[in-house]
DNA sequence: TGATATTGGTATAACGTTTAACCATCCGTC
DNA sequence: GACGGATGGTTAAACGTTATACCAATATCA
């Protein structure tokens, strides 16, 4: 009770060797029924767990599994860890969520504590301005790596992500068809990785139906920012009303800035959101955007990471999932007015 | 760069025993400074990094700490997060996060495989409905355990959490103040814990006030419950016109519901929400909410969890902390109404 | 000058598993 | 009754660190 239980005490209880009460609890080698039975009762008495650490060290084997996100507090992740638990507990994986906040000093502390401890493979957002060491370090100590969202090192990795631009063109094109003319991108402000293609897709609709010019406008993507940004956004440039958004939240935030100022989302302006997460469906309106089920995204990108993990050798993959728009009342048709 | 380099081979590069460099690379140790110097280059040549696994098991320390949430998507629990891995950073120690989704088997797995790890420590929010054996497991094991706003497992280890009782008992006050007498308890369904103190604070007040019977209405403390069973409450229970929620969740949608109805927070009904997260101030109506500062009940958390592991024989200890009434537009003067 | 610190370092035994290699039995068979 | 093959188990060497104990030098001191 009061000393930790190890395998040489449970061995000792059954009055075997510690081979065979490893062999046993591992469910390999030949042990005859009755002292299998001895063992299983005496570990149980013990109550006795192995201790992983040594497990791993000899034998090369963890099966903890690591995520790094850029902030815990975002409700996406939050479901994409659902699905990525979801599918590795069922194969006997544990999943920890590391923070990183979108700080690369942070994000190196973490990525060296996982190095250390020689986990089964991580599934990683690289923070902002990442640098190639930090990718090389990975890399060389082997551990079996997914990149999700932000995709970059070179193709050193496997990747899961989004069809960014494809998306944010199918949002712009819809908008298009409701008439909008003057469209904005709001939100975010890296100027890499997913923010980059979604404003690529906008801009590609926008010159093939000859419209003006995207006006892209950078803020953080939080409901705050929304809230504030759009009357400015507004002010800059009054002809817009059409929005893109880089995420729900922003969008989310967007319209109730515009129901403060009086304005009516969908009716004055048109927002579509990214993400679709839980509140966009119950937000004031119900937003517009572009789905891409979290979920089914963590599955996927747990898959990637199992394959890995058995395959080693298997060259790189990457593998995109579609986002479907979702129309709600937050988009309508663009308001008659004088252009 | 092919093999994964090891202390023997950072030794053999600088010439010295592994001892020596051990002792080099952890600043123990009489070592001059010029192997010191050779030593440190060697490692850095190879890219060494320290096995943790194994320095764990020698010298018995791991600062590896877990922290298992109920669910990880929770706003609250993300500025929390904040607060204890700020402060546990700068001790050198990692943060990892663990979802058990209120869920005892997940959360039993969890706890399984921290064990097995011997990590350095372990912030929890047990989940409901927790066996006894489970908090006996961990206590067995030695692991350093702090609960978190859910206190059980009859006072085996220490914990950190809210004076719910007191708060909501403030709230009720000031509902009263304000003129309301019939009250409700919205959201929520457990039957221990935090709940269950915060029903009782909403009861005392309305004991000592003399004011009618406080309803209890459960639903689960999301958005969308608070959206549609604000309406369900009010056809039961026409009178009421206070209300005191489980949490800001409900809270939030409960507004949102009234809202719908036509009705108008703080006029028609007056909603206390609970935890102050960032959405409560910008949420419409801003809401008049009981807030504890998370981010600082993290720093408390993590200060608990180091005393502990710096002395396993302190007895444990119980920290509270208050939360403060912060009144916004939810609430307002009750309605002139025939009582 | 001999006794005694001090400095700088090494050899080796842990930590708790897993696993490859080995060794007794016993059983049937020719 | 020697031989091959199961059957059921054990021995001992890893895995990569750290800590204890020890050992040579060299420096210090009375």
């Not at 209880?13 to 390999?28: C, E, I, K, Y």
């Not at 002010?235 to 304005?263: F, H, Q, W």
């Amino acid at each position: 009770m009061e000393h930790k239980p190890k395998l040489a005490d449970v061995a000792q209880a059954a009055g075997v060797s510690t081979a065979t009460a490893s062999q046993v609890l591992r469910g390999t080698g030949r042990i005859s029924d009755s002292t299998r039975k001895n063992v299983v009762a005496a570990a149980k008495r013990l109550n006795y767990v192995r201790d992983s650490r040594a497990a791993s060290m000899r034998s090369g084997e963890n099966r903890e599994i690591g995520f790094a996100v850029l902030q815990i507090a975002n409700p996406f992740n939050a479901e994409v860890i659902s699905g990525v638990s979801d599918l590795l507990e069922t194969e006997g994986y544990l999943v920890s969520v590391l923070d990183s906040r979108d700080d690369t000093d942070r994000q190196r502390r973490n990525l060296e504590a996982f190095i250390r401890s020689s986990r089964g493979g991580l599934l990683w957002v690289p923070a902002e301005n990442t640098d190639d060491d930090t990718f090389e370090l990975l890399k060389a100590h082997g551990i079996p790596t997914v990149s999700f969202l932000r995709r970059s090192g070179k193709g050193r990795f496997d990747h899961v992500g989004i069809e960014n631009s494809a998306a944010t063109e199918s949002a712009t094109r819809y908008l298009a068809e409701l008439g909008h003319r003057h469209i904005a991108y709001l939100g975010g402000t890296a100027e890499f990785g997913v923010r980059v293609e979604r404003i690529e897709g906008c801009k590609k609709a926008i010159a093939e139906l000859g419209l003006p010019e995207l006006v892209v406008w950078n803020c953080p993507d939080e409901k705050v920012a929304g809230l504030t940004e759009i009357s400015k956004l507004r002010e800059a440039y009054p002809k817009i009303t059409g929005i893109v958004c880089n995420g729900d939240m922003v969008a989310i935030g967007a319209c109730s800035g515009m129901i403060r100022m009086g304005l009516k989302p969908g009716r004055d302006i048109s927002v579509v959101g990214f993400d679709d997460v839980q509140d966009a469906a119950i937000a004031t309106p119900p937003l517009t955007t572009m789905s891409v089920s979290p979920y089914q995204l963590g599955r996927k990108l747990a898959r990637v990471a199992l394959d890995r993990i058995r395959d080693p050798e298997m060259p790189t993959t990457i593998s995109l999932m579609p986002a479907e728009l979702i129309t709600r009342e937050s988009t309508g048709p663009a308001p008659k007015e004088a252009d």
